[in-house]
């Protein structure tokens, strides 16, 4: 995969968090930004059903979509998104999109919905069982991402890779980011 050169700007040890889903009815959001990669235990039962490594939510019996909110841990310009349905053969979403914004501080989730968002992937087929990789071509820094899946299902792990860029306002002199590598 081409984007995996470049670091995972949503991912947990550089800060990244899961900071809204408006569903988790079957499996935790929190799944989405795992560093490891997802694995599938089969007869392995929880009181939800079998227990999956992603994020999965109810299907939909009204009209309406599925998303999840992803606080960058590294602030950056977007290069590849990766949306993984590894594992998810009968419950994946059959199509996603993926939309990013840029936030001060630590909105809450109310304030990040009245904000902007800009298209980075849009919507596209899904299959089950598949890493889909998306190029993206949008040259602006962004501090959060929303994966909508359409209408409903499960991911494994969501992708953001990228170059990470500090926030200019707190910029002093030279930031060294070799360490990334």
């Known amino acids: 995969m081409k984007g995996v050169q470049l670091p995972d700007l949503a991912a947990r040890e550089y800060g990244g968090s899961?900071?809204?889903?408006?569903?988790?009815?079957?499996?935790?959001?929190e799944n989405l930004i795992r560093a490891a990669a997802p694995i599938f235990q089969p007869?392995?039962?929880?009181?939800?059903?079998?227990?999956?490594?992603?994020?999965?939510?109810?299907?939909?019996?009204?009209?309406?979509d599925?998303?999840?909110?992803?606080?960058?841990?590294?602030?950056g310009i977007v290069r590849t998104v990766v949306i993984d349905t590894a594992f998810f053969r009968g419950n994946f979403p059959p199509e996603a999109s993926v939309e990013a914004c840029g936030a001060e501080?630590?909105?809450?989730?109310a304030e990040l919905a009245d904000l902007e968002w800009a298209t980075l992937v849009p919507r596209a087929a899904l299959k089950g069982d598949t890493a889909h990789e998306f190029a993206v071509d949008d040259p602006h820094r962004y501090t959060h991402v929303r994966l909508t899946i359409h209408p409903d299902g499960g991911v494994a792990r969501l992708r953001v890779h990228g170059?990470?860029?500090a926030d200019p306002r707190l910029?002093?002199?030279?930031?060294?980011?070799?360490?990334l590598e």
């Not at 910029?171 to 360490?179: E, F, N, P, Q, V």
């Open 43 to 64: 007869h392995t039962f929880g009181p939800k059903g079998q227990v999956m490594d992603g994020w999965e939510t109810r299907r939909r019996r009204e009209p309406g």
């Open 18 to 29: 899961v900071v809204a889903a408006n569903d988790e009815t079957f499996a935790p959001r």
């Open 171 to 179: 910029r002093t002199g030279t930031i060294d980011l070799a360490a």
């Open 105 to 109: 501080g630590y909105p809450t989730p």
């Open 163 to 165: 170059m990470p860029v």
């Open 66 to 75: 599925d998303h999840a909110i992803v606080r960058l841990g590294l602030p």
